[in-house]
């Protein structure tokens, strides 16, 4: 037993002897391999820099430009790693990482199927002009200004300043309607006049209140009037005007403005906007019962 004891300690010895001799021999080499790695850190740093220089004059989303310096950044720092395992001999070593990268790289996008689905189209969504901050669109019912896409989400701010963040491929996938494409944005109103309303008259004062109102509606022509159909307690017509505004906030506004302008205008000149009402209809012997009597 002790001489096995003996044997295990003279063993380790001769190893750990081994090592320092060759950690010693390789000293250089390490030294070497730290400043290059060094070096490469504040080379990917400096041309992270520099791509956001060169690409800050191109039309690109700022998304796009932030993904360009982030792969440029990575490959400088890949290509550092490269070569300090060559410094350090570890060829041998490198392909071994290259073949694990490569099996691991598979299962890791078997998992992140969704992710790198997102990703994607991210990278599609930040290089596309149908889309850029600053435009006002409609997306898988949700509506607000685009103020941020990255690799994950396109986020719009609501008119009622809430975040949305809605992930990439949905936006990719589903309808995008664009309020910004555009310099102007239809405003379409609906109500309704008695059945004792002159229509002639009301067609005339709707389409002269909306002018009057808007700057760019130059004339009472320019107003869309249609009566669209017989309704239960009312003739119901809808009027379509033109503002310049590529925001669908500035369209709920002017809405408001041409709702009260026109109930304003029909108020001054007795034309009722009925309500819906019922009627009853009782037999000619129906008597109502008077608790009181009772």
């Given at each position: 037993m002790d001489l096995n004891i003996d044997e295990a300690w003279e063993e380790m010895t001769k190893r750990l002897t081994s090592w320092i001799d060759?950690?010693?021999?390789?000293?250089?080499?390490?030294?070497?391999?730290?400043?290059?790695?060094?070096?490469?850190?504040?080379?990917s740093k400096y041309f992270t820099k520099l791509t956001w220089k060169l690409l800050d004059?191109?039309?690109l989303q700022k998304s796009m430009k932030n993904l360009i310096a982030k792969l440029i950044s990575v490959m400088v720092i890949l290509a550092g790693l490269f070569l300090v395992l060559g410094i350090l001999d570890l060829s041998k070593t490198l392909n071994t990482i290259?073949?694990?990268?490569?099996?691991?790289g598979l299962a890791v996008g078997l998992a992140l199927q969704g992710a790198?689905?997102?990703t994607y189209s991210g990278i599609v969504l930040s290089y596309i002009k149908h889309i850029k901050f600053g435009d006002w669109i409609e997306s898988n019912d949700y509506e607000g200004e685009v103020i941020d896409i990255d690799l994950r989400a396109v986020t719009i701010k609501q008119s009622d300043n809430n975040l949305v963040y809605i992930p990439n491929k949905l936006v990719l996938e589903n309808?995008?309607?664009n309020f910004s494409t555009t310099a102007q944005s239809r405003v379409i109103l609906k109500c309704g006049?008695?059945?004792s309303s002159n229509l002639e008259f009301v067609r005339d004062l709707?389409?002269?209140?909306?002018?009057?109102?808007?700057?760019?509606v130059e004339n009472a022509k320019e107003v869309i009037f249609l009566y669209t159909e017989f309704g239960d307690s009312s003739i119901n017509f809808e009027t379509r005007f033109w503002i310049n505004s590529t925001s669908s906030l500035e369209v709920l506004k002017a809405k408001t403005v041409a709702m009260i302008a026109i109930k304003k205008a029909f108020d001054d000149n007795n034309i009722n906007i009925p309500f819906p009402i019922r009627t009853l209809d009782f037999p000619e012997n129906f008597k109502f019962n008077n608790p009181t009597n009772n």
């Open positions: 060759s950690l010693i021999v390789n000293l250089p080499n390490i030294i070497l391999a730290l400043l290059v790695f060094i070096i490469v850190i504040l080379l004059k191109s039309s290259l073949a694990g990268a490569g099996v691991a790198l689905a997102n309808p995008i309607r006049v008695g059945y709707v389409c002269k209140t909306i002018a009057s109102h808007f700057d760019n």
